[in-house]
């Protein structure tokens, strides 16, 4: 069993299962899923216990850190060889704390491949993007620059990029107002 780049193993003898658990509780029931399997020596039909996630930028007590986020909340995934998912291991799987059901409940329903592949495209999207950041600001919201040729200025936002990573924030700059690309890290919401 691995964890690894899902894409990687879309194969036609395997399935992906959706697994509803308690949300905020992903990390403690792959890990408890994990002992699990190797109990039940599961290892070689469970291939894959998967909890996708992305690292955004936060600022937190006027620092910078880095977090992880989980991509979706309360759901954990599972790549299984075909037919080897059984009663003993689906009453197994969702005996365990934090565990609520399978997708299809006591008969689980696997993935469509399109749905898997739309899936993996976008958690390999969001690996190729590396570290995000957080959006936590608005069109109209106004932001003081914290960081660069214009810091301690304060603006106006104007517009967000589509991919999310920079503002467009409208500073006054001898009387006159002037459009500044800055990225998240840059600026502060004004308190």
């Known amino acids: 069993m691995n964890d690894t780049n899902p894409?990687?193993?879309?194969?036609?003898?395997t399935?992906?299962?959706?697994?509803?658990?308690?949300g905020g509780r992903e990390k403690k029931v792959q890990e408890y899923l994990k002992k699990e399997i190797e109990i039940n020596r599961w290892d070689t039909d469970i291939l894959q216990i998967l909890c996708p996630t992305e690292k955004i930028y936060k600022e937190v007590g006027g620092k910078k850190v880095i977090r992880e986020r989980v991509l979706y909340p309360g759901y954990i995934l599972l790549q299984v060889k075909e037919g080897k998912l059984n009663?003993?291991?689906?009453?197994?799987?969702?005996?365990i704390t934090n565990v609520i059901h399978f997708l299809g409940r006591d008969n689980p329903e696997a993935l469509r491949e399109s749905e898997v592949?739309?899936?993996?495209?976008?958690?390999?999207?969001?690996e190729d993007k590396g570290i995000g950041v957080e959006n936590q600001y608005m069109v109209g919201e106004t932001v003081k620059i914290k960081d660069g040729a214009f810091n301690d200025f304060t603006g106006t936002i104007e517009s967000i990029s589509e991919d999310g990573k920079k503002l467009t924030v409208i500073v006054k700059i001898f009387g006159r107002e002037t459009p500044v690309e800055l990225s998240f890290t840059q600026v502060k919401k004004e308190s």
């Open 15 to 22: 399935k992906w299962y959706v697994l509803r658990i308690v």
């Open 87 to 95: 009663g003993d291991m689906i009453s197994g799987i969702q005996s």
């Open 117 to 126: 592949r739309k899936m993996f495209g976008n958690f390999d999207d969001q």
């Open 7 to 13: 894409s990687n193993n879309l194969d036609q003898d």
